[in-house]
């Protein structure tokens, strides 16, 4: 398996780096959000002989118009020619209510809005020319109808992507609307997930307590625990993706991979 | 899900629910949203935010404002209107603000794209227009700022902006009506 770190800014550009070249990772995640508007040189250079992959955040494809995704697409084939990412990845949710942007986002409603969720996840590959692998949901809320790991196996079959499983959403999950995480094994296993994502959570301070998919702490036991049961079917070629997003330094993240290697091997 | 985005709302869900508490984590991202950009106004406005931000997110509800990167825009806008609040918007503070805009529009990677620059001019500030650019290289940390002079511009309502193509070049620029 393959590990890396995600590059969000460049502080964790240049931490990512050094765990490159000094072996404890094997390539980096890029937020594709924050390079844009960046020279596609400048990026090669900055990138050197480390592998990379692809991670939109705000591409929010239920909502945009099909020109506008077009546009965004242009920009991403571009960079997808230079830099040859071992895989794109995206997000499905909820941005906006009534054309208002959300401070956080929101999940999908998968029953009511099936057609159009596999409508656009079909449209948005085309555009890209590229298998698009989409990262399943931190719930925060308790909900009904088909379950996330039910959605996500009818929509791989239905438009052939792909899921970037990520273990720490699915435990956030798990805690905040009692999914249960066995109901992933099956799915993971048929579609031979092979990428994967693992951060820290914490609890937020209201009443009742809400786990949030934070990125700024350490690593969950829960994590932990659920990565090892996955570990045991992942192809070999998979990757891992350990998040950190904020309460970053060299120290907390090497020792966070370490964690994660160790388990692996 | 309006609960998301106005306290008002947020404080008619049922007090413990998952969903209060998602309301308040929310409105706490529209804090931040607001006033990490703008230390200025928050050491001005001081521990009691509520007092302004409730009131105005009622308004930004009312006014079905999209809360883009102009965000900042129309809150300066509606802060300068209130009669009470309206001191806490000197010339430091509106400066602060159309900056904050400017980096909040740099972020948006979708918003003009193809837009290297963005060039924002307020009448509550008439002798300087604000220039940010978006990073060019991954080695840039932060977003920067120039104060680009007066554009001479009339009949534009309160604020107005334009886009820069060009990575350096602030001229022959077309302005345009903020965003709802």
Known sequence: ?265 | MEYYLSATYAKQLPQPSAQRSLAILSLRGLWHTIFDLTPLLQEKVGEDSGRILDPFLDYAEAQSLSMNWALHLHFLEWLLQNPEEGHLADQDVVQEMLTAAGRRWAKEWSADLGGKGIAIYCSAMPTLAIGTYRKHTPAETHFRSVALSRPGLSNFGFATYAITTQGQGWRKLSWRPIPN
């Open chain 1, 1 to 265: 398996m393959k590990v890396g770190t995600n590059w969000t800014s460049a502080s964790s550009m240049e931490i990512g780096r050094t765990l490159f070249d000094q072996g404890h990772t094997h390539f980096c995640e890029i937020l594709i959000d924050n390079i844009v508007s960046m020279e596609i040189e400048s990026i090669v250079d900055a990138i050197g002989e480390m592998p990379v992959a692809f991670h939109i955040m705000q591409s929010r494809i239920i909502e945009r118009s099909p020109a506008e995704l077009e546009a965004l697409a242009e920009i991403i084939r571009h960079l997808d020619a230079a830099l040859n990412p071992i895989y794109i990845s995206d997000h499905l949710a909820c941005f906006t209510h009534a054309g208002r942007n959300l401070p956080l986002l929101a999940e999908l409603d998968y029953d009511s809005q099936h057609v159009l969720i596999h409508e656009r996840v079909k449209m948005w590959q085309d555009l890209l020319g590229s298998k698009v692998y989409f990262e399943n949901y931190p719930s925060s809320l308790p909900r009904s109808g088909i379950s996330q790991p039910a959605f996500f196996s009818d929509l791989m079959h239905g438009t052939g992507c792909g899921i970037l499983f990520d273990i720490s959403n699915a435990v956030v999950a798990n805690v905040n609307a009692s999914d249960p995480l066995a109901d992933w094994h099956t799915v993971l296993q048929a579609s031979a997930t092979a990428h994967f994502h693992i951060a820290g959570y914490r609890y937020s301070n209201t009443e009742p307590a809400l786990a949030i998919d934070s990125h700024d702490v350490d690593l969950s036991q829960e994590s932990l625990a659920f990565a090892q049961e996955i570990l045991t079917y992942a192809p070999p070629d998979s990757t891992m993706v350990l998040e950190r997003d904020a309460n970053i330094s060299d120290t907390t993240w090497t020792a966070e991979i370490k964690r994660l290697t160790a388990l692996i091997h």
